[in-house]
């Protein structure tokens, strides 16, 4: 949101006209029209002061900055699944091909997948609770090199179907390119909601994008942004 935007915000949220928080901070009401309306713009100092009138203060938090958001969305919307496939070193065509039935991809994987830029490379994955399953995503991650934490200690991947569904959250540490965790989903229990994404791999269970949020690495700016792009 814009500072003028804020203002108005603030402003509107404690009841007051610009005219009565203008009397209140012994300003012109013209200032106040001229911040809110954009055409100036407070220093912090100030916009620290209005914003005290208004019973609010200012929160701020240092995020990744995209230097040209829209020419970075466009250029990861002209990407093929493949292509996006590339930048999360595990998700090989092979394991795709092998999993898309049985596994959803969540966490910054999916948002990956669906061409958000992201703040982090933590993903997730969803798999049927049976054995055969199981085994699959045990197998083929162990040939990848992944390692599974539990406690906190490493320990080789190499393990049986029931030792790995006794841990359904549990963490796993990959060589290159950070963590992921793996929920195990128990017959009866609800399967996160899932769309679609058919591509040069076929079609792969991904949690949609209006799913996503900051414990995905995607901000609410960049999906607000990607979301308005959408026919």
């Not at 200690?153 to 393990?159: F, G, M, N, Q, V």
């Not at 959250?169 to 965790?181: D, H, I, Q, S, Y």
Request: with cysteine; aromatic share 6%.
């Amino acid at each position: 949101m814009e500072v003028g935007g804020l203002l108005r915000q603030a402003r509107e949220q404690a009841l007051l006209t610009q005219r009565q928080l203008a009397a209140q901070l012994g300003l012109p009401p013209s200032t106040l029209s001229r911040y809110e309306s954009g055409a100036g713009q407070p220093s912090l100092r100030m916009l620290d002061r209005i914003l005290a009138g208004c019973g609010k203060q200012l929160y701020a938090t240092l995020v990744q900055r995209h230097a040209d958001l829209d020419a970075e969305l466009d250029r990861r919307a002209a990407q093929s699944h493949q292509d996006r496939l590339y930048e999360i070193d595990l998700l090989t065509g092979c394991l795709v091909q092998n999993l898309s039935g049985t596994v959803l991809i969540g966490g910054a994987w999916a948002a990956a997948l669906h061409g958000l830029p992201r703040e982090h490379d933590e993903g997730r994955l969803w798999v049927a609770g049976d054995d055969e399953s199981i085994s699959a995503l045990a197998d083929l991650l162990h040939r990848r090199g992944a390692w599974i934490y539990e406690d906190g200690e490493p320990r080789s991947l190499a393990i049986r179907p029931a030792t790995f569904a006794r841990h359904p959250t549990a963490r796993w540490k990959l060589n290159l390119v950070g963590r992921f965790e793996t929920v195990v989903v128990e017959p009866g229990q609800p399967w996160p909601v899932e769309c679609r994404l058919d591509g040069d791999l076929g079609a792969l269970r991904v949690v949609p994008a209006e799913y996503l949020g900051p414990d995905d690495g995607v901000r609410p700016d960049v999906l607000a942004r990607w979301l308005s792009r959408r026919p």
